[in-house]
């Protein structure tokens, strides 16, 4: 089954996901950015915090 199929026959079930971004020390949705600040938004490098066993 490919993507477009699997998506068309779960389109019931999908809901909105609002994402949420940590700005100047709150936490703000990202769309209620402006355009230039959705564009820095998807520009900026997510990382992940590898754990490590003391």
Do not use: A, W
Not at 11 to 40: A, D, L
């Amino acid at each position: 089954m490919t993507n477009s199929e699997l998506l068309e026959k779960n389109s019931q079930k999908r809901t909105k996901c609002i994402v949420y971004t940590r700005v100047m020390g709150y936490h703000r949705p990202v769309e209620s950015f402006n355009i230039g600040k959705k564009g820095e938004h998807k520009q900026r490098v997510k990382f992940t915090e590898s754990k490590t066993d003391l």
